[in-house]
């Protein structure tokens, strides 16, 4: 059980964010991430660059394999590229320390994961809690945020209930609430339906849309067309290049 108290992350360098004026978010310029197995190099990414700007909703697409999870890795960095410049609201994060890293996920980015990745023993609203937690926010002001963020996933009547007594949708939902409590410049899904039936996967996909259109930034990781059709653009990945970026509406 986490303690009420704990050591806030500080802040690095740099790392307090000025808009850009052109409204871009991200700028992947050349992007590699290359292994070493033995003798041999494997290059996961090879040379991809594109562009996101704020209020898009895009999707990362590709089957196994395909580099979609290493590129969505450094999207969150949860990784640095092995050459390439990664650029998240003005500030050249491909260069930063793990701590300034660390900062900038906490920060900036809000994640949602396949497997919910909620605390077990804790309630809904603990589990919102816990970003603000690290960041050092006051208990009374965190308590109002994670509040506001169960309502915004309509959870407000289940926030002392824990994972264990909720459906495998309000634990998503619990997920993106704690995802969306540091207000991020950016959310970033890995198979957000992935765990659940066709209906509630609909609902969480219903649920993105409307964060959507509320301005949030997202960009989801996916195989599947399915869930990739509510974005407004698909970034297609093959054998760790960009195939193709489509617009879809």
């Known amino acids: 059980m986490l303690k009420d108290e704990v050591e806030a992350v500080p802040a690095p360098r740099e790392a307090r964010f000025a808009v850009p004026s052109d409204g871009t978010l991200i700028r992947a310029r050349n992007l590699w991430k290359t292994y070493s197995m033995g003798e041999a190099e494997v290059h996961a990414l090879s040379g991809v660059s594109f562009e996101v700007r704020r ?16 590129l969505m890795n450094l999207i969150g960095c949860l990784d640095t590229p092995t050459r390439g410049e990664y650029w998240l609201n003005g500030r050249l994060v491909s260069e930063f320390s793990d701590e300034e890293l660390a900062y900038i996920r906490n920060k900036e980015i809000g994640f949602v994961f396949q497997t919910f990745n909620l ?26 945020r994670a509040k506001e963020a169960l309502a915004r996933v309509d959870l407000a009547t289940r926030m002392d209930h824990k994972p264990s007594e909720l459906s495998g949708g309000q634990r998503q939902r619990v997920a993106i609430a704690r995802a969306l409590v540091n207000d991020p410049s950016l959310l970033l899904a890995d198979e957000p339906t992935g765990n659940l039936d066709t209906a509630t996967g609909l609902e969480i996909l219903a649920l993105f849309d409307r964060l959507h259109q509320g ?35």
């Not at 869930?227 to 195939?243: L, N, P, S």
Request: aromatic residues 2%; hydrophobic residues 35%.
């Open 55 to 70: 209020g898009d909703y895009v999707a990362i697409m590709g089957p196994s394999g395909s580099g979609k999870s290493t």
């Open 119 to 144: 605390l077990g023993r804790s309630t809904a609203l603990r589990n919102v809690e816990l970003p603000l937690i690290y960041n050092g926010t006051p208990a009374v002001e965190r308590l109002e």
């Open 215 to 249: 301005g949030n930034t997202i960009v989801v990781v996916t195989h599947e067309s399915d869930v990739a059709r509510h974005a407004q653009r698909v970034i297609h990945i093959r054998d760790g290049k960009i195939d193709r970026d489509e617009a879809m509406r």
